[in-house]
């Protein structure tokens, strides 16, 4: 598997502009150059494009697929998915990735990029005549053989989220891309690498070759061989693993299991518990592992005891992707609580911030540069922010939110995050303030704003700042009446026991990290680094606020 966390910082950053077209001419020759010398930072290349892509044309391909459905039943056509927009994207890229490994680019390369273009229009050409014609006319074309699998018409129930190194049993130019749909039953055999695929229900599972797994259904997968780490959303329960001794359920969780060639198996859980079965002993009860424990079975189906699972364990299971933010301590301790929505912002490079406690995914957008400062964060010049599609989830009547900030100048309003409107003043904002001052603001829907604020003095350090605000009665009309808080490394400095708020529902926007406005053009911006920004859809009592303050106390 390609060492990547070996490429160096200048080609990461490098990378990391191009997913956002921010390359100038000589930064485009740099990297050019370092792709044509340097193989290892190639396969990186690509398989940072690839989820960047895939972040692009998720929102796409789901628009357009019923449509696309709709066309071909229209026209009596048989529904094949190599018509349809996701495969049909996919069996492009994947010739792109077998004949094209250049960066192609008109600037540098025209005559390159004319090639391209001439091979890609032939090819388009190629499919109309020889796939989309014959069945207009209705004549029986020989068509190449196609595998079991492909030919299988089961529901589709997962997709493959991302790829590094992976190499597939058979053909590897007809495994699975980053966004290809899985259909139930459809066996997977990883011969080394790693893959990323999600569930329709939310699940992530990261297998990890050599390995034999099956999405058996939406819920449920078959691990023959290998190993794997699967992790549920919040509020799920009931995923299954099939393994050759036991089932294994989740009860929400985060779990690893690794079935060895000769049959044995080990279940280790990293958060929450899960339930185990064994299945040459019906009649056995059930075991049950909750975080932090272990249990091998042997070959023959023998438990063995349970055990501590060791951080030497921990690192043989746990694996991350290009892009993946890296999780510590401090970040288990938070994802116990339960936020709605957590970004550590710790992931090494990339535009995509990672909610690793849901679905609520943010893009990195303008000035802004991974770092790390004590720890990763995001480096902010105040013209980069984060944004995050709007979810009512994120703007419940009592919540709570959390930051990491060190700000890098005591002047202006900065905001840390921001979900509101400014025109009617509705949802809430935490600032970075004047003088070196924090405020929370919460507003009421009727043009007022009511804010609690305290000095700081802490520009140029990193400081733990949290709010919260706590309704006192039935909201009337959606305006609640209640308790807002402020907290500045772990102290309570500031509070209004007579607050009124509304949620930002009314004409919603997407809420933003590291600046505000959301109603317009982004302003407000963030002068400092950021990092582990979390909401809660409830009040975090203050000895929480204050535990995750001295976890990470400077």
């Known amino acids: 598997m390609g060492n990547w966390r070996e490429i ?88 792109l990735a077998t004949t094209a490994p250049r960066w192609v680019d008109w600037r540098t390369h025209p005559a390159r990029f004319t090639a391209t273009v001439l091979t890609l229009t032939l090819i388009f050409w190629a499919v109309v005549v020889g796939v989309v014609w014959p069945r207009f006319s209705g004549k029986d074309v020989a068509r190449q053989p196609v595998s079991q699998e492909e030919q299988f018409e089961g529901p589709i129930v997962a997709r493959v989220l991302q790829v590094v190194d992976a190499q597939w049993d058979g053909d590897p130019r007809r495994g699975p891309m980053p966004g290809t749909h899985l259909r139930q039953g459809r066996r997977l055999m990883l011969k080394a690498g790693l893959a990323k695929i999600r569930f329709v229900n939310g699940v992530t599972v ?25 992790r549920v959303p919040q509020g799920n329960t ?58 091998h079975i042997s070959s023959e189906g023998n438990l063995e005891n349970i055990v501590e699972v060791s951080q030497q364990l921990t690192r043989a ?20 609580d339960r936020p709605v929505a957590y970004w550590p912002l710790s992931e090494e490079f990339g535009r995509v911030a990672h909610d690793v406690a849901g679905e609520h995914h943010g893009r990195v957008l303008g000035a802004a540069q991974r770092q790390n ?24 009547k009592a919540f709570s939110v959390e930051a990491w900030v060190k700000p890098s100048s005591g002047d202006g309003y900065g905001a840390v995050i921001s979900s509101r409107d400014g025109r009617i003043r509705n949802g809430f904002i935490l600032y970075s303030a ?110 929480t606020i204050r535990s995750h303050y001295e976890t990470l106390r400077p």
């Open 8 to 95: 160096s910082k200048e080609t990461l950053q490098l990378i990391e502009a191009a997913s956002d077209d921010r390359l100038d001419d000589e930064q485009f020759a740099r990297l050019d150059q370092l792709i044509r010398d340097d193989s290892e930072i190639a396969r990186c290349y690509l398989d940072c494009m690839q989820f960047e892509v895939d972040m692009h044309l998720e929102a796409y391909q789901q628009r357009s697929l019923a449509a696309c459905r709709e066309t071909i039943e229209s026209l009596g056509l048989p529904q094949s998915e190599a018509l349809l927009p996701s495969e049909s994207y996919h069996g492009v890229r994947r010739f």
């Open 206 to 230: 990261l297998l990890e070759g050599p390995a034999t797994f099956t999405p058996n259904n939406e819920n449920a997968g078959d691990l023959q061989l290998g190993k794997l780490v699967a």
């Open 238 to 295: 009931g995923f299954v693993v099939e393994t050759p001794r036991a089932t294994i359920t989740d009860l929400g969780t985060e779990f690893g299991v690794k079935v060895a060639p000769e049959g044995q198996v080990q279940v280790l859980v990293f958060e929450g518990t899960v339930e185990l079965a064994r299945k040459d002993d019906v009649s056995a009860a059930r075991q049950r592992l909750h975080a932090g424990q272990a249990i």
């Open 317 to 336: 299971f746990r694996r991350y992707l290009p892009g993946d933010p890296v999780l510590g301590d401090y970040d288990q301790q938070v994802l116990a």
């Open 373 to 396: 400062d004590g720890w990763p964060c995001l480096a902010l010049d105040g013209r980069g922010l984060i944004e995050v599609p709007y979810d009512p989830a994120l703007n419940p």
């Open 434 to 543: 004047p003088e070196d001052r924090s405020e929370f603001w919460v507003g009421d829907g009727q043009q007022n704003w009511q804010t609690v604020d305290a000095t700081r003095d802490t520009v140029g350090t990193w400081t733990h700042v949290a709010a919260s605000f706590e309704p006192k009665d039935n909201c009337l009309a959606g305006i609640c009446r209640g308790i807002q808080r402020l907290y500045v490394n772990g102290q309570l400095v500031a509070e209004d026991h007579d607050a009124e708020y509304l949620p930002h529902e009314e004409q919603p926007h997407a809420l933003r990290i590291g600046a505000g406005a959301n109603e317009k053009e982004p302003d407000y911006f963030l002068h400092g680094k950021i990092a582990r920004v979390a909401v809660y859809d409830r009040v975090l009592p203050s000895e």
